[in-house]
């Protein structure tokens, strides 16, 4: 069993920046594929990013590439989400989960344990 649990949301203007936190308790991070999805409001949760096990490979949905950057640190069982250049279509709940795949799945069922979300909002 993985605990997740997110912060580091809160209420940005558009082109702000805000950076998330997911700390891990229960078992070691490092044998998980990690993953950012999100949930706007009225719509399905997507996902945003995802790193293998060593964060020695990412992947990204194309809305995100070049703004977003996923990051972990195993030693201290976190992992990282640095949101750059906020747009107001960002806005929604950010969700962190933990999949014991070894690729960097994009599809929520690959993922097994999941956190109870942050919230970001981006203002125009």
């Known amino acids: 069993q993985v605990q997740l649990v997110e912060s580091g949301g809160g209420l940005v203007q558009a082109g702000g920046s805000l950076r998330l936190s997911c700390a891990a308790s229960g078992r070691t991070l490092s044998s998980y594929t990690m993953g950012w999805f999100r949930q706007a409001p009225g719509k399905e949760r997507e996902f945003a990013a995802a790193?293998?096990?060593?964060?020695?490979?990412?992947n990204y949905a194309d809305s995100m590439k070049g703004r977003f950057t996923i990051s972990r640190d195993n030693a201290k069982n976190t992992i990282y989400l640095q949101m750059n250049n906020l747009k107001p279509e960002d806005t929604g709940v950010y969700y962190c989960a933990a999949s014991p795949r070894l690729y960097e799945s994009t599809w929520s069922h690959d993922y097994d344990y999941w956190g109870q979300g942050t919230q970001v909002t981006v203002s125009s």
């Open positions: 790193a293998s096990r060593s964060g020695s490979r990412t």
